[in-house]
């Protein structure tokens, strides 16, 4: 990498209390809240399979980049820290994505107030990878698991899902203070953000819980953009499958008592709705409840990729 | 990715006290000792670039993408406590080639104590690119800085220099006990690994403390790799040449006042030798001193990718 670059894209880097030492050493300092823990998640996106940047704004996939791994910070209800950026550009116009990407970041790090602490910068023949860690710390109510669910537990979700693919998937807000608003309040079993489809990501949870779930198909809050996908497309998929099984939602799945769930439901304390979508039980399945009263296995479908 | 290779891999995965939960959720979440900043640092690592996996053994490769980050946490003086795996991986024989990168990875990892708590596991039609993120913890005596070296300040760098691409660019130890020995025991001004190259790297040392230096180029410590290097390669560059500007030695080199030099150079302290190579000046250039008295300018030749 040209050093002008590298002292441009420095300048830009926000930065917040936490940063005893930034960019330009062998490594950040990060001084973090007395009692709390560290939590810490990456997540790579490369071309062809999470964007294609011939066909796409190269400032939103910059954006998406750091969004995917806030929204893991926010399913643990951590509080955003700093972030560490780590691209390998393609030989051709390198420069100007390398740039680019840092405008798609740079305002959600503000946003969050997340520092952006270093990272590497390298080309090579291929095309574009990035590779984002977040490191964020947990508040006096410690971390928000995937374990935590228990039978008779309540299932809700934030917003609204399906047809991410229309625009969402680039440009979502990640659920950060959604996520520590719910689990500052309210006693919170167990959380998720939904990255792999509603689907695939209950699977997780139940799986991690070590329960089940049953899940009121016609109670799953169906998003605009799922009813014009389910027009237009060639999938013949309807809007509640393509919200059930779409993907990169980004919306909280989290599970909590019924007396919880009730509070919640009628304090309705976020700027996006939240629904009440099912049921935690005990038998290790997934299960979704028709209309009709019949039930059957929710397959567990959705993106496949992640080790942690 | 396939779930039975994500099954195998997290059994394979180091752990440590400080863990509070490990791979699995939506990110790791780790507890740090009371009053310690925590240091971290990313390197991506690419084929064709840091290493060929049509040639190289892709078991060492893995050892060298953990073991350049765990030097970057030697160069700060801090304790390593975890790291997050990022692997993109190409479609072909991907299975095989995650496998053996952690089977690079683990022993050093164990061998350091720390846990892999995470990462993210993708594949596509292009080449594999690795990027790591080390978290360390500083120790009582904070971090050790590239900022701190003073004028008057001797120059200290740790084992020997040159020649790595025969074969210690790959099987390097990275010097993390070394340097929290040094650190620990003697008040050292400042540091930097040599990943660069010696010349390099020190005139980042310089940029960063703000003065400059003279090396004496006859007391650089020249390894028997530099020589063989010398011997047989057609660059027509000497075997002191390769040590100065080679990089990938992942050696320490760092600053303290005389005094505390002339304690560290009668101690030696460490399994490897240390060497004095030269001293820090006020004016902003870094100069050889050459055996017959002469000076020139040490040019600021070497690998040019890092952003941190």
């Known amino acids: 990498?040209?050093?002008?670059?590298?002292?441009?894209?420095?300048?830009?880097?926000?930065?917040?209390?936490?940063?005893?030492?930034?960019?330009?050493?062998?490594?950040?300092?990060?001084?973090?809240?007395?009692?709390?823990?560290?939590v810490v998640t990456t997540d790579a996106l490369t071309d062809g399979v999470d964007f294609v940047i011939a066909h796409q704004d190269v400032v939103r996939v910059g954006h998406k980049a750091l969004a995917v791994n806030l929204?893991?910070?926010?399913?643990?209800?951590?509080?955003?820290?700093?972030?560490?950026v780590s691209l390998v550009l393609p030989s051709t116009d390198g420069d100007r994505i390398a740039r680019q990407l840092y405008?798609?970041?740079?305002?959600?790090?503000?946003?969050?107030?997340?520092?952006?602490?270093?990272g590497d910068t390298n080309s090579w023949d291929g095309p574009l990878a990035i590779s984002i860690t977040a490191i964020g710390e947990t508040t006096f109510k410690g971390p928000l698991t995937r374990s935590g669910a228990r039978p008779?537990?309540?299932?809700?979700?934030?917003?609204?899902?399906?047809?991410?693919?229309?625009?969402?998937h680039l440009d979502f807000t990640p659920r950060v203070e959604e996520a520590l608003h719910l689990h500052?309040?309210?006693?919170?079993?167990?959380?998720?953000?939904?990255?792999d489809g509603l689907s695939r990501d209950l699977h997780h949870l139940c799986a991690e819980s070590g329960c089940g779930a049953v899940v009121r198909l016609d109670s799953i809050?169906?998003?605009?953009?799922?009813?014009?996908?389910?027009?237009?497309?060639r999938s013949g998929k309807t809007a509640n499958e393509h919200a059930f099984s779409g993907g990169e939602d980004f919306e909280l799945l989290f599970a909590t008592s019924r007396e919880v769930a009730d509070r919640i439901l009628a304090d309705q304390p976020l700027p996006?709705?939240?629904?009440?979508?099912?049921?935690?039980?005990?038998?290790?399945?997934?299960?979704?409840l028709h209309a009709d009263g019949t039930r059957t296995t929710l397959p567990n479908t959705g993106w496949e990729h992640h080790i942690s």
Chains 1, 2 share one sequence.
Do not use: C, W
């Open 1 to 38: 990498m040209e050093r002008e670059l590298i002292s441009h894209l420095r300048t830009l880097l926000p930065t917040n209390e936490h940063v005893v030492i930034g960019p330009g050493d062998d490594a950040a300092v990060l001084r973090t809240t007395a009692d709390a823990n560290i």
């Open 71 to 84: 929204s893991d910070l926010a399913a643990m209800a951590a509080r955003p820290v700093a972030a560490l």
């Open 103 to 118: 405008e798609g970041m740079s305002p959600l790090a503000e946003r969050f107030k997340l520092a952006i602490v270093g």
């Open 152 to 168: 008779g537990d309540m299932l809700l979700v934030t917003g609204e899902l399906g047809g991410s693919i229309l625009g969402k």
């Open 184 to 195: 500052e309040k309210y006693e919170l079993s167990a959380g998720i953000d939904i990255s």
């Open 221 to 233: 809050p169906v998003s605009s953009a799922a009813d014009r996908l389910a027009a237009t497309d």
């Open 272 to 288: 996006v709705p939240i629904s009440s979508i099912g049921q935690f039980i005990e038998k290790q399945e997934v299960l979704a």
